[in-house]
């Protein structure tokens, strides 16, 4: 089983800061298969990153993801008010179970 | 526009039966897979199974094989979520969401239903 753990659990940053959010799996994930949520209190999750690094369909530019192996990081570059809520990073692996999350870093205004 | 319009709300005692619903729309429901996603109260995201509505190919995760039963019908656009014996343990919110064939090359989930809340309690 392939465990996520995301970095660090809560992020206090101001609007028009950069934030860097980290998700570190247990064993190497192929970049195909990591991708990125965002989810807002009484909302679904949104898809905000598929593949690592590519956006969603309608996700502004600030977004972007990078990374391989073991190490993948969300970038927010100017955070926007809208921006502040629960991030989570997924990956698919072959072994059962075949989905997993992480815990989520809450990023929340300073 | 894609959507999925999941049934509403339950309030369940423990030992009864229970029956979720996700329909979807503005696409072809047959050719994407559809997955449950279980939100424990003030908790991550956990993922429960997945369906391949075109030919109810279903995958499940070991924490949730032989607790719920996942199904679809096809004809109706329309994929199930469901408990035989709910328990208290089970209260929490579900979500379904889609996801595009695994002959893409990408893992991930587009778009989400609105989630139904299930409270299970004496």
């Known amino acids: 089983e392939i465990v996520l753990t995301q970095s660090p659990g809560t992020l206090s940053l101001s609007p028009g800061e950069r934030a860097t959010l980290s998700c570190r799996a247990s064993q190497s994930v192929s970049s195909s298969y990591l991708a990125w949520y965002q989810q807002k209190p009484g909302q679904a999750p949104r898809l905000l990153i598929y593949?690592?690094?590519s956006r969603a369909t309608g996700i502004p530019d600030r977004f972007s993801g990078s990374g391989s192996g073991t190490d993948f990081t969300l970038t927010i570059s100017r955070l926007e008010p809208e921006d502040f809520a629960v991030y989570y990073c997924?990956?698919?692996?072959?072994?059962?179970?075949?989905?997993?999350f992480g815990q989520g870093t809450k990023l929340e205004i300073k | 526009e894609v959507q999925l319009v999941q049934s509403g709300a339950e309030v369940k005692k423990p030992g009864e039966s229970l029956k979720l619903s996700c329909k979807g729309s503005?696409?072809?429901?047959?050719?994407?897979?559809i997955a449950w996603v279980r939100q424990m109260p003030v908790k991550g995201l956990e993922w429960v199974g997945i369906?391949?509505?075109?030919?109810?190919?279903?995958r499940y995760s070991p924490s949730f094989q032989g607790q719920v039963t996942i199904s679809a019908d096809k004809s109706i656009d329309t994929a199930y979520l469901q408990w035989n014996s709910l328990k208290a343990s089970d209260t929490a919110i579900y979500y379904c969401?889609?996801?595009?064939?695994?002959?893409?090359?990408?893992?991930?989930?587009?778009?989400w239903g609105q989630g139904a809340l299930v409270t299970v309690s004496s």
């Open positions: 969401a889609r996801h595009p064939k695994y002959s893409s090359g990408y893992r991930y989930f587009d778009f």
């Open positions: 997924q990956q698919y692996g072959s072994s059962p179970p075949l989905y997993s």
């Open positions: 503005g696409y072809s429901f047959t050719s994407y897979w």
């Open positions: 369906i391949y509505p075109g030919d109810s190919d279903t």
């Open positions: 593949g690592a690094s």
